[in-house]
């Protein structure tokens, strides 16, 4: 029973350079989020999706772009890295039935 | 939008003694879901407890127990017996029947002390 499996688990990047995160999700789960994590200010929503093949804007979504081609897996997206998105980033998925599942998180440094 | 809003950075507890976290929150919609997550330093996020807005009952947990106000549109934690392995940030969150985003407060930090 996996629950949410985030990969990488640690990166890092250099300024410029692009990479995707990869969440993936046994439990059949609708809703799938990408949040980032910065000191004092919480977990911050930067996409979120309701379903295969579709995706929304959170809080904070400039810079990221995201795709749910598979109702598993939502993956975070960056072009074109930057220092100001280092971060952790924890993805998680959620059923009305029941609560949401985090995964493990994703400690990303840009220099 | 709805928005989430925990006034506590930090607070400390002695071991066994009762505190009380704060969470305010602020939406129009009438159906929704009220969570508070633990995060202890391994990171790992802990559902601790859950609460539905059409039930007028409070949600217990063993020894973690919510204070739901809704005209207050107050969602306040209460740790009884508080023990070491409490010591984490936690986190109030807020999902509306309506919408599906998630919203989370920036956190209370707490330090559970001999």
């Known amino acids: 029973n996996a629950g949410v499996t985030q990969t990488p688990k640690f990166r890092v990047l250099k300024t410029g350079q692009s990479m995707t995160l990869l969440c993936a999700q046994d439990?059949?789960?609708?809703?799938m989020y990408w949040y980032r994590q910065d000191p004092g200010m919480g977990l911050r929503l930067i996409h979120y999706s309701v379903g295969e093949g579709t995706t929304a804007k959170g809080e904070v979504p400039d810079g990221y772009n995201v795709s749910r081609l598979k109702k598993q897996n939502f993956l975070l997206g960056l072009e074109s890295a930057a220092p100001s998105q280092t971060s952790v980033y924890f993805c998680?998925?959620?059923?009305?039935?029941?609560?949401?599942?985090f995964g493990q998180g994703t400690r990303l440094t840009v220099v | 939008a709805q928005t989430v809003t925990q006034s506590q950075p930090e607070m400390s507890v002695q071991e066994a003694e009762t505190v009380t976290l704060s969470c305010t929150y602020d939406t129009s919609e009438n159906n929704y879901y009220l969570f508070w997550y633990k995060q202890p330093p391994s990171r790992q996020m802990i559902l601790v407890i859950r609460?539905?807005?059409?039930?007028?009952q409070n949600a217990t947990e063993n020894r973690f127990s919510v204070n739901f106000q809704k005209a207050a549109k107050s969602f306040s934690l209460k740790i009884s017996d508080s023990q070491l392995g409490d010591t984490a940030m936690y986190f109030c969150?807020?999902?509306?029947?309506?919408?599906?985003?998630?919203?989370f407060g920036t956190g209370t930090r707490l330090q559970v002390t001999l």
């Open positions: 609460q539905e807005a059409y039930k007028q």
């Open positions: 998680a998925s959620y059923s009305r039935r029941t609560e949401a599942f």
């Open positions: 969150a807020f999902l509306a029947g309506t919408a599906s985003k998630l919203t």
């Open positions: 439990m059949n789960h609708e809703y």
